[in-house]
């Protein structure tokens, strides 16, 4: 059965209702973005594996602590640079948990990596990380040669908009904490040069 209306001619009418006020601007763009959500392939949203921050098999618990505190993700991919295949992922929050454990490894917490085609479309990927209850996949390309990662956030991103990441919350806040601690010093700063000019307004006077 032929569909009644194109891909375009749905666009357009969405963009005719919002004209007319049925619609607001945020829930136009989130229909636009829902209508070409089915045709996108993870490649054109993944980040290149040179670009992916990793863990090597060979790192020590001091590279991997300062990777997660540089850089902040929930978790990693864990690989090994010599036969350069990918071991698993890594969850920040179970990294933090080993270092207090006295009888706990590394390749204990390993999670087994989701392996995924360039190819696919994020709509079946979206279901998959849902069923397999994972947030990160490895991508590959024909060949099965690791071209890259693609999260669930930048798949919901690809809908909604830009996202946080679970520990940027944490990051703003104590951003704003500081930036608050810094205006106070400032106040606090200007008070006292206030006061040491009127003493030596007074002092003058005299």
Known sequence: KEPILTEEEFKMIVSDIKEEGVINQNEHDLIQKSIVFDDKIISQIMTPWDKVVKVDVGSSNYEIKELFEMN????????????????????????????????????????????????????????????????????????????????????????????????????EEEERSVRKQDALDKEEALRNKSKNININQKIVKK
């Open 72 to 171: 902040n993700y929930s978790r990693v991919p864990y690989f090994d640079k010599e036969s350069n295949q990918v071991l698993g992922t890594i969850l920040q929050k179970d990294f933090y948990e080993m270092l207090l454990e006295e009888n706990c490894t590394l390749e204990s917490i390993v999670k087994p990596p989701l392996f995924v085609k360039e190819q696919t479309k994020i709509a079946f990927m979206f279901k998959r990380f849902q069923e397999v209850k994972q947030h990160l996949a490895i991508v590959v390309d024909k060949n099965n040669k690791v071209v890259g990662v693609v999260s669930l956030e930048d798949i919901i991103e690809e809908l909604v908009g830009e996202i946080d990441d679970e520990y940027d919350a944490e990051d």
